[in-house]
């Protein structure tokens, strides 16, 4: 299968085996593909098994930040008298990532049994799925997935008749970029504003309602039950390049393309084929001129740099950027680097939840100075001024938030100078669009 | 496409009576706090009241047993909640940065001129219609996205607007 | 004869830990923050949104520190003392960053110091001139917000926000009153409020205490006084039995303004906003400024040096009665009570009463009932309390009056004692008829002690001159007793207190030295 276009030759199609199968979205069609084997198997494994397994297969976390799951989920104590929550982190809100969009949408079974793994092998009853409130047809999807799967008996105090409880409840966001951040989940929950919050204490002692808690990306959680099923071997097997970085990946491409969409490879996969076997290109008559490979909060690359990378954790940093969440974004040479990097640091100056002094007065005065040089009324010293701001924004902050919005100003000032000088030596540049305030 | 209901100016109606309060009441069992049912709390007000007004907010504060003050900073914290009444049909488009280079710009252009919009976020004056821009709405390999009420239509172009906008009224 | 000082309670001794603090050796307890260790060296690290009486909100970045062997600068609020801990706060480094922070802080601020009643007092303009930037590199126009009023005595000039949250924090766990929030995110963030619920809380003044800015200012002091005007007294606010300490603020002999003065066994660092705001008495133009003797049907104004032998030959061998006011020190209270012990006699006092309002983040801070400072100092001395203020007063004494309220005493009543002596700040309007007239200080303008309701002896200091020939009242008194050959006179509030710890139980060993600022509580510990 695949969606919105079908498997690639050159995919790993694991996680995004039945995108586009409507049968496997409900509880029969997924029991038929093999649902629900990997939790049947877990519960008759115990937690500390569980933990190994998934320590010896490698398996990273999806969400951006590439923290190892098993040792993660290590951290959380069991038998420490306390209750214990997994949140799954289904706020995907990073632009260019809409993998878990698709993963909920079609699998959202997968992301159940994936939850119910994850919750058992971390010692919780509960787990929150925070899905953000503009995802509302994955929204109606899981929830229906839950419900049909407490009628089935496979959640709920007596989980697939194993006498263990696990609950999943659903958490709709409502509209912040931070919430993706796993400690502002936590407040969100609660029900507070999304601010992040100071670490330590680190979720494993104090997280979500003061518990210990776990969170976990989407893609991370239904990778877990194939591992289950599988075995470690074989997903550590799932490697072609850096034994650091095992699995298979979905890649979100968007932007100027042929063919935009998710894309399931094999870690270590060459960018250079996948740009341009598996997504078809550029758009005809176009070039590409640059990439930002891992969602928006990552360096921009060259096409030199993004041609010569290898589709893996350490890959990406080699050729001077992040994999992040994996969400590709494509530019061609029909856009002005200078007016996209206004825009993305408008979108970080919109999204800053206003805690830190340098988020949320470095994002905005970052966007005001990238807007004027954008509509031609920049000056020559505005650049050191975006530097010298965005070194303040790095680093000192309680979550990452500032320094996201610093990386694509920088990573684009250094790769893409000639486009600022061009506008800064031409006051006349008035922008194509004018209508959009 | 679904339509909410639309009350600007009748006297408010408390929203948490009947099913809705079974419904609110339902949830707290789900989390160890009440204030943790803000959310879908809020959520619930904005589905049968269109946006989340001051007497809205006063009635979750008193559900949650919460000041008023305190559920406005969360409201005022999240986008989706409205702050203020809007059109029929909400249009949310996202303009963020991997939309932006597929021609979004253009699609809140002719979006705002097939509606009637004046601007951005001005309700259209037959009322139908709110166009705002949204950051990221997560579905950038199908740009440009358009959040219309609760449900995204995918890959809208500025030469699909005028079918889509005519499909509403 | 043991003083009860502090309470000595067994107090498990906290691990100790030690650490470097710019090369000073320091060792405090074990989960203290950097910052707090920082002050122990005598090093204040410059910060915004930290205080002491709050929960820690790390969200200004102001407090960074450089921390060895740390990979990223510390926020020193947030960050808790370590053993071998070697921490810089002037690197390079540590002064960038915070200096990077002050250019964030000022980009949108207006700058209207001028015009500010901060300007003076304000940390935005301390920590500028220590480390900031000489100037904005900001070219593009600032932002702007109307100025709101929040209600109580609450104005909140939205464009000097620096978004620190003590004020929400305060109102949320300490006031226990949700009234303030952060309202929207980003730069579009402030304060706010919801429409119709105010700052009403009897103790939501304290946040223009907290705001380190000019962001909440007091209506009541607005524009009142630049701050570098004003000579600040510390002091003991007399509204309640409470005792919080404050500070008395004045401009020219004018008190402008009360101030919360920290103290942990007492107030922390609150006042209430009924204490705060009432204090225009204190400058009231009305006063009695000379020694008044009645001459026939009138008052004829006398030289101190008459009039006390003239009170002295009143008393002589009489009775007395004295109606005290229960906000007189401690001294004079003692000093009359020497009067009644003397002539024989009795003394008592009424004290109002209005409605309790508790502090609920702080243990044991109210504003109490009794609405004065020093009932308890009164009845250690032997003033019984009383309904009404002549209740014990016999035919033929002769009548105290040391300045209390007068406003419910019938004539009938008066026309009991033989004589009638007025020690006062005013001459009501039913007292008239008052033999000798002795003008006093009001509290502000002498020296002395209170002991509040859980007995703890506080002293307060003289804040303005007091009108014409009025004397502090311990004085008075006590050159009174020295004319009747009854005692020494006095040229010191802290004599006066050592005569009385020498002679009352209670203040057994205390002196003005040891009670220091922050006072002691008398034997016996509370009443």
């Known amino acids: ?437 | ?169 | 004869m043991a003083t009860t000082a502090e309470p000595t309670t067994a107090i498990a001794q906290p691990k100790m830990v030690n650490l470097t603090i710019e090369g000073r050796p320091v060792s405090v307890p074990e989960g203290m923050s950097i910052l707090e260790a920082g002050k122990r060296a005598g090093i204040l690290i410059p910060h915004y949104c930290y205080h002491p009486g709050l929960s820690i909100a790390g969200n200004c970045r102001m407090c960074l520190v450089e921390v060895e062997k740390a990979p990223k600068l510390a926020p020193s609020c947030a960050t808790a003392v370590a053993e071998g801990q070697v921490v810089h706060i002037y690197t390079e480094k540590a002064l960038e960053a915070r200096k990077g922070v002050l250019e964030m802080l000022l980009i949108n601020h207006p700058l209207d110091c001028p015009i500010c009643d901060k300007s003076g007092e304000c940390e935005l303009q301390d920590f500028t001139y220590q480390e900031g930037p000489a100037e904005s590199r900001l070219r593009d126009p600032k932002r702007f917000n109307p100025i709101e009023d929040f209600g109580g005595d609450v104005l909140y000039t939205t464009n000097r926000c620096i978004l620190c949250t003590r004020c929400v924090r305060f109102m949320d766990e300490i006031a226990q009153d949700t009234v303030l929030n952060v309202t929207e995110r980003g730069d579009r963030a402030l304060i706010g409020k919801f429409e119709g619920k105010d700052m009403t809380h009897a103790w939501a003044g304290n946040v223009i205490d907290l705001c380190p800015v000019g962001a909440l200012l007091s209506k009541d002091s607005l524009n009142k006084a630049r701050s570098w005007e004003l000579d600040h007294a510390p002091s003991v606010c007399p509204g309640c039995s409470q005792g919080c300490n404050m500070s008395i603020d004045t401009r020219d002999n004018v008190v402008v303004r009360l101030r919360p003065r920290p103290n942990e066994s007492v107030n922390k660092y609150f006042m209430c906003d009924v204490g705060r705001l009432d204090y225009r008495w204190i400058n009231r133009q009305d006063r009695v400024e000379v020694p008044l003797l009645r001459r026939g049907e009138a008052h004829v104004a006398a030289d101190w040096d008459i009039a006390i032998p003239a009170t002295a030959a009143l008393l002589d061998g009489k009775r007395v009665f004295v109606a005290a006011s229960p906000n007189l020190s401690n001294e004079t209270l003692y000093l009359l009570s020497r009067l009644m012990r003397a002539n024989g006699g009795s003394g008592a006092f009424t004290v109002a009463t209005g409605s309790e309002a508790p502090l609920p983040g702080v243990e044991d801070l109210a504003l109490r009932a009794e609405r004065a400072a020093n009932g308890n100092g009164a009845e250690l001395v032997g003033f019984k309390r009383a309904a009404s203020p002549l209740d014990g007063l016999a035919a033929g004494d002769v009548l105290v009056i040391a300045d209390a309220d007068s406003t419910n005493i019938s004539a009938d009543k008066l026309a009991l004692a033989s004589a009638i002596i007025v020690i006062g700040t005013t001459l009501p309007e039913n007292l008239r008829m008052a033999s000798v007239v002795l003008p006093i200080a009001n509290y502000a303008e002498e020296d002395g002690t209170f002991t509040n309701l859980r007995g703890r002896v506080q002293r307060f200091s003289q804040a303005k001159a007091a009108p014409g020939m009025a004397r502090p009242s311990w004085w008075v008194v006590g050159d009174v007793l020295a004319a009747l050959g009854k005692g020494d006179a006095y040229y010191l509030a802290s004599e006066v207190f050592s005569a009385m710890a020498s002679d009352v139980t209670a203040f057994a060993g205390m002196s003005y030295d040891t009670l220091g600022m922050r006072g002691l509580v008398v034997s016996g510990g509370a009443l």
């Open chain 1, 1 to 437: 299968m695949g969606y919105p276009h079908p498997s690639h030759a050159g995919e790993t199609p694991v996680l995004s085996q039945y995108f586009g199968d409507r049968e496997a979205i409900t509880l029969d069609g997924w029991r038929k593909r093999g649902g629900y084997n990997g939790l049947q198997k877990a519960l008759s494994m115990s937690p500390s098994e569980i933990v190994d397994v998934v320590k010896a297969s490698g398996l990273r976390g999806r969400g951006g930040a590439g923290f190892p799951t098993g040792i993660k989920w290590s951290f959380m104590k069991p038998g420490d008298g306390k209750p214990h929550y997994l949140c799954c982190n289904a706020d995907e809100s990073e632009p260019g990532t809409f993998k878990d969009r698709e993963i909920m949408r079609w699998t959202p079974h997968a992301l159940v049994e994936g939850c119910a793994i994850g919750a058992y092998a971390i010692g919780a009853e509960t787990a929150y799925i925070y899905i953000r409130g503009e995802f509302t047809e994955p929204l109606a999807r899981m929830r229906a997935a839950v419900r049909e799967a407490y009628d089935a008996g496979i959640l709920g105090k007596n989980a697939m008749g194993t006498g263990k409880r696990i609950d999943i409840v659903i958490h709709k966001g409502a509209g912040a970029y931070i919430c993706g951040e796993e400690t502002a989940m936590m407040n969100s929950i609660e029900g507070r504003r999304g601010n992040p919050r100071i670490k330590p204490p680190f979720p494993a002692v104090s997280g979500v309602f003061a518990q210990p808690t776990t969170i976990n990306n989407v893609e991370t959680l239904v990778a877990v039950p194939h591992i289950i099923v599988r075995g470690a071997e074989w997903y550590k097997g799932l490697s072609l390049s850096s034994p650091k970085s095992t699995g298979s990946k979905l890649f979100s491409v968007c932007g100027n393309i042929a063919k935009p969409g998710n894309y399931e490879v094999t870690l270590g996969f060459s960018f250079k084929d996948f740009l341009y076997d598996l997504c078809g290109g550029p758009l005809p008559g176009r070039k590409f001129k640059a990439i930002i490979p891992g969602g928006i909060s990552v360096p921009i690359q060259t096409m030199e740099e993004a041609e010569a990378t290898k589709m893996d954790y350490e890959g990406f940093v080699e050729q001077g950027s992040m994999l992040g969440s994996g969400g590709v974004i494509v530019f061609d040479d029909q856009q002005n680097m200078v007016k996209q990097i206004a825009r993305a640091a408008r979108f970080f100056a919109h999204e800053s939840c206003a805690q830190c002094t340098q988020c949320r007065e470095g994002t905005a005065w970052t966007t005001k100075i990238m807007e004027r040089i954008r509509d031609g009324e920049g000056t020559a010293e505005d650049l050191d001024t975006l530097f010298s701001i965005a070194d303040n924004m790095t680093g000192k902050t309680i979550c990452v938030l500032s320094d996201s919005c610093a990386v694509p100003v920088v990573s684009g000032i250094n790769k893409f100078r000639s486009e600022f000088e061009a506008l800064i030596k031409k006051p006349t540049f008035h922008p194509v669009t004018a209508a959009v305030a």
């Open chain 2, 1 to 169: 496409m679904t339509a909410v209901t639309h009350e600007h100016d009748a006297p408010y109606q408390p929203v948490f009576v009947g099913e809705r309060r079974k419904e609110l009441d339902a949830l707290f069992p789900l989390y160890p706090t009440k204030m943790a049912c803000i959310l879908p709390a809020l959520w619930m007000v904005q589905e049968d009241r269109g946006w989340v007004s001051d007497e809205g907010i006063a009635e979750v504060a008193l559900v949650l047993e919460l000041t008023p003050a305190y559920v406005k900073g969360v409201v005022t914290f999240y986008t989706m909640y409205n702050q203020h009444p809007v059109g029929k049909y909400l249009m949310q488009v996202c303009t963020t940065t991997p939309c932006n280079i597929c021609g979004a710009e253009d699609v809140v252009r002719a979006l705002l001129e097939r509606t009637g919009c004046s601007d951005l976020g001005v309700t259209s004056p037959d009322g139908l219609f709110t166009v705002i821009e949204v950051e990221c709405l997560g579905a950038c390999g199908f740009a440009t996205p358009v959040m219309i009420n609760e449900e995204v239509v995918e890959s809208v172009t500025a030469a699909r607007v005028p079918e889509i906008v005519a499909g509403l009224k």
